[in-house]
């Protein structure tokens, strides 16, 4: 039996721990095991790497307690922690760590019995004995069954100290155990995710289209092979890719296989899931961080034991630690949602693509707007290709028209957030009872406050940026840090009453529509409107069964959901985002009104989508009012091979932060030497102040890398690090973002 094991750590360095296995532990501990353990004065929970006979160079503490009999991280998901930690240059312990649910399934508790002499002591009790002796309450409950010591402590007091006496006398025994966790049954929690009550309900199963049963035929025949492939489902919005999927789960099932559906977004969660429990029912389980600690560590526990086969989650749902994997579904895999912004920085789809091929799984990779990347990789044969070029009945794609606001501006002589031909066709909506969505793609009222007088901004105390005026909350808010004050009377700076606010958001643009169109039931859905799952489904479901006219919000109205009442979409302002300084700025661009059209016409109605502009010309607008994928493609993989951006090359971001601007600068300085001299073929671009200079009270200064050779970029990568462990700096100082999607 092995003596020590190595543990990683949630803590931000490179190495494994050794621990002594008490002989308590040495036949029970093995790999993929969470363990406490001691780490200088605190006790942490790890996971078991490995286990050997190796006496380390110095003494090795005890192991405290075992969390898992069995291994909560199978060895698959070990090796994709480990790749994940490499590729990423993520320390192994918060990688391990977030791969993980958020809560234990267990919960320790002091069960209290009577020993052979205590239960002896109870029988000889007189009848009459004294109630209120606090001895002979204690022995006369535990003579009926063993109890929790937390359950005597409330019924009595003075319990812990008389317990201590009876311990003492050996007249009881107190013993640690481990109880499961309760949590809501599965059916509960799809209810919950889903908002109705009649989830099991099982639809009518829509007869499959030849396209779609061409692209079905690919995945099963990909399936069977039992070898690992990647498939690209490019589908125009409303093509039925998500009646694909749940076919191909079905295929996986009945070769014995399990399944996994990512969704990008918690809000996209409730109606997958409703979905697929009508399809497939207790064989579901659920996973997304919405879920509270217990809930999500139950539905864990399901996938584990085997007892739920297919797995519906956002991007952490690719840990989920299924057996025998068939098929991995990334739905909307072009979405932004899939990285993840805090260490470890992974992406959700390269992560199950990475999880598939050593599973030997197909993966399959959906979207109406694939981002370059991917369809790069079927353009050159890596991933299979699958269209779905018509929509389902042959419905046609909405009309879309372009308005141009310089020339509106020039006709009416008015600073107007409508156009007259925007609130014509909402007029027209109404009068015909059907329903508009209308999509500005920024929160809050104002986008910033300003002194007319002289020039002052109010900005963040946190933060380099101005603070947005939500006028229902009456407050100033940095959508960055959450930082929040009350809007002034006067400016801070010189004391001008002259206060004003410039700029719209989605809040604006509710109150202009309540204004415009005072009969109209208006809705608005944004992070300040449905800051959980619940009211997101309860906005979302109340527009769906026609209690509102108009749904106005953020990016949130573009994705995923399929309304046949609305056939009017209006875009506000389509040059959001696109003077970003992010090379990315033009593609999300083009896939952002592409989805948002793609809401429109999903029905027996014809759609129209209405996009006001003042930059009619631009590519990324123009090919989407055409609905021109591969002209977009086309043009913006010109751009990116040009300028030496991916797919054409391998990048990453390195920001150096800290609270005072002085260290900022001097470890930037520092960092610089180091990529002074790169190796050939890699392109150092900095150091520079980041777009957002300072976040969250931290000074950040970034350097961007191209290389054409990943494993030169990891390389150059680690050494960075490891030179910022030489340098002692703090252990939070360097970051490191490979396959960065947003450089500010």
């Not at 875009?571 to 793609?598: H, N």
């Not at 609905?627 to 043009?635: A, L, N, S, V």
Request: with cysteine; glycine share 6%; net charge positive.
């Amino acid at each position: 039996m092995p003596l020590y094991c190595d543990v990683s750590l949630p803590v931000p360095l490179d190495t494994s721990f050794t621990y002594a296995l008490p002989s308590t532990l040495q036949h029970r501990v093995q790999a993929g095991c969470r363990v406490i353990v001691p780490f200088g004065v605190r006790k942490l929970t790890g996971v078991v790497v490995g286990c050997h006979d190796s006496q380390p160079p110095v003494e090795a503490r005890d192991v405290l307690r075992l969390v898992d009999e069995d291994p909560a991280l199978p060895l698959e998901l070990l090796e994709l922690g480990r790749w994940i930690a490499a590729y990423y240059c993520a320390p192994p312990g918060e990688t391990l760590r977030g791969m993980l649910p958020l809560a234990f399934e267990v919960r320790s508790g002091k069960v209290v019995s009577l020993t052979p002499a205590g239960m002896e002591a109870a029988r000889q009790l007189p009848i009459l004995a004294e109630a209120e002796d606090p001895v002979v309450a204690l022995l006369r409950a535990l003579a009926a069954r063993p109890l929790t010591e937390a359950t005597l402590k409330k019924k009595m007091p003075e319990a812990a100290e008389v317990l201590r006496s009876l311990e003492r006398k050996g007249l009881v025994a107190i013993e640690r155990v481990q109880r499961l966790r309760r949590a809501r049954s599965v059916r509960d929690g799809a209810v919950a995710a889903t908002g109705d009550p009649a989830v099991s309900a099982a639809p009518a199963r829509p007869a499959l289209n030849a396209e779609q049963i061409a692209a079905l035929e690919a995945v099963r025949a990909s399936i069977r092979s039992g070898a690992f492939r990647a498939l690209l489902l490019h589908g125009v919005t409303g093509s039925g890719k998500t009646e694909v999927y749940l076919h191909a789960i079905e295929a996986a099932l009945e070769q014995g296989r399990s399944a996994l559906l990512l969704v990008p977004e918690i809000a996209l969660t409730p109606a997958m899931a409703g979905q697929f429990y009508s399809r497939f029912g207790d064989a579901v389980a659920i996973l997304h961080s919405a879920f509270t600690d217990v809930e999500r560590a139950e539905q864990w526990r399901r996938i584990r034991g085997g007892r739920a086969r297919i797995v519906v989650g956002t991007r952490s749902g690719v840990f989920a630690p299924l057996e025998n994997l068939g098929l991995i579904v990334v739905d909307e895999e072009h979405d932004q949602s899939y990285k993840q912004e805090e260490t470890p920085r992974y992406h959700g789809r390269d992560a199950a693509l990475v999880r598939a091929q050593r599973a030997g799984a197909t993966v399959v990779l959906g979207s109406a707007t694939p981002c370059l990347e991917s369809r790069y990789n079927a353009a050159r044969g890596k991933y299979g290709l699958v269209e779905l070029h018509e929509r389902i009945e042959k419905r046609p794609l909405p009309a879309v028209h372009l308005i141009d606001l310089r020339q509106e501006f020039l006709e009416t002589r008015q600073q107007s957030l409508f156009s007259r031909r925007l609130v014509e066709e909402v007029e027209a909506r109404l009068a015909a009872r059907e329903q508009a969505m209308i999509l500005l793609n920024r929160r809050g009222f104002s986008s910033f406050v300003a002194c007319r007088s002289c020039g002052e901004r109010i900005e963040c105390r946190n933060c380099s940026v101005t603070l947005t005026y939500h006028r229902r909350e009456k407050r100033l808010l940095c959508h960055y840090c959450d930082y929040a004050e009350p809007v002034p009377s006067v400016c801070p700076k010189c004391r001008s009453e002259y206060i004003y606010f410039l700029g719209s958001g989605s809040e604006k643009v509710e109150e202009t529509l309540h204004q415009t169109f005072p009969r109209a039931r208006i809705a608005r859905l944004d992070r300040d409107t449905a800051r959980g799952r619940r009211q997101y489904e309860t906005i979302l479901a109340a527009f769906r069964d026609g209690q509102f006219d108009i749904l106005v919000g953020t990016q949130m109205i573009a994705k995923g959901h399929d309304i046949p009442n609305v056939t009017l979409v209006g875009v506000v302002s389509a040059d959001v985002g696109l003077g970003l300084p992010d090379f990315r700025a033009a593609e999300r661009t083009f896939q952002l009104l592409t989805q948002v059209a793609g809401r429109a016409g999903r029905g027996d109605l014809p759609g129209l989508v209405l996009i006001q502009t003042s930059n009619p010309d631009h590519y990324a607008i123009r090919f989407a009012a055409a609905h021109d994928y591969q002209g977009f493609y086309e043009k913006e993989l010109n751009f990116r091979r040009i300028m030496h951006y991916p797919p054409f090359t391998a990048m990453a971001n390195v920001i150096v932060r800290s609270e005072k601007l002085d260290d900022a600068l001097r470890m930037s300085a520092g960092l610089g030497e180091y990529f002074r001299d790169p190796p050939e073929n890699v392109k150092v671009l900095g150091p520079a102040a980041a777009p957002v200079v300072r976040l969250k009270s931290e000074y950040r200064y970034q350097f961007l890398l191209k290389a054409l050779s990943r494993r030169t970029l990891g390389e150059l990568l680690k050494g960075a690090r490891r030179y910022a462990e030489e340098q002692k700096w703090p252990a939070t100082a360097v970051v490191v973002d490979v396959d960065p999607l947003s450089l500010m």
